[in-house]
């Protein structure tokens, strides 16, 4: 079974506008982190932001908000006041424990391709 | 200077050809990665290593396997490869600790094309 899913393969949003990426995430595991990284089309991996199991506030780092539902088992990435340059591919990615470590491998989702248009 | 680098950036080969793809890291994490990344399936992991002494299969190891010379140094190796090995090739490394949950910091990539 997939650990992560990203349910939209395409997004579209305009400039200015704000636009959510899903992404649901499957474990049993009490302690986990999720993850957004970007890839524009140069190909690099960009961190964007973290979010621990038990961090009660939704974590921000500038434009991005992650969007944390820990029954719905969700964390959606919102990008507010869309620019060109956000224009790429966003993986969703969660990290479990690994043999006894919290700090374990990561499991990405399929990646959401966002265009942004002027 | 980068502090994931990948070698080489692109490389095109044929079928049944050895191939290692080598990867150093100047940021001083015990934890390295080895992920291949095909259009419409994300990324999928190949090997992992938590130290000089450990080795771990990822999800995808089969064709693959690896060599963890240093700290710094994870080397991936494609003993005879095949065309449906041709794919961006990323190696990661992560920390066990710091503010983001030990993220995991990506090379530049390696395309390979088996022919």
């Known amino acids: 079974a997939q650990k992560i899913t990203q349910t939209q393969p395409g997004m579209f949003v305009q400039e200015k506008e704000a636009v959510t990426l899903d992404c649901t995430y499957d474990t049993s595991d009490q302690s986990y982190g999720l993850f957004w990284y970007k890839q524009p089309s140069s190909g690099e991996m960009i961190f964007l932001i973290y979010q621990g199991s038990y961090d009660e506030q939704n974590a921000t780092e500038g434009r991005y908000s992650l969007n944390f539902q820990k029954a719905r088992k969700s964390a959606n990435l919102v990008i507010s006041a869309s620019q060109l340059g956000d224009s790429a591919m966003y993986f969703c990615a969660m990290r479990e424990a690994d043999r006894g470590s919290t700090l374990g491998r990561l499991y990405f989702g399929r990646g959401t391709q966002l265009t942004v248009w002027p | 200077d980068a502090d994931v680098t990948q070698t080489p950036r692109n490389r095109i080969t044929k079928t049944g050809k050895r191939i290692m793809l080598e990867c150093s890291q100047t940021k001083g994490h015990d934890r390295m990665y080895w992920y291949r990344q095909d259009p419409g399936l994300g990324l999928r992991l190949i090997y992992y290593s938590f130290d000089v002494k450990d080795i771990n299969k990822g999800e995808i190891s089969d064709g693959y396997s690896v060599s963890r010379q240093a700290q710094a140094k994870f080397s991936l190796s494609l003993e005879s490869a095949i065309p449906n090995q041709t794919a961006l090739y990323f190696c990661?490394?992560?920390?066990?600790?710091?503010?983001?949950?030990?993220?995991?910091?990506f090379g530049p990539g390696t395309r390979l094309t088996v022919l």
């Open positions: 990661a490394t992560s920390d066990t600790g710091g503010p983001h949950g030990n993220e995991q910091f």
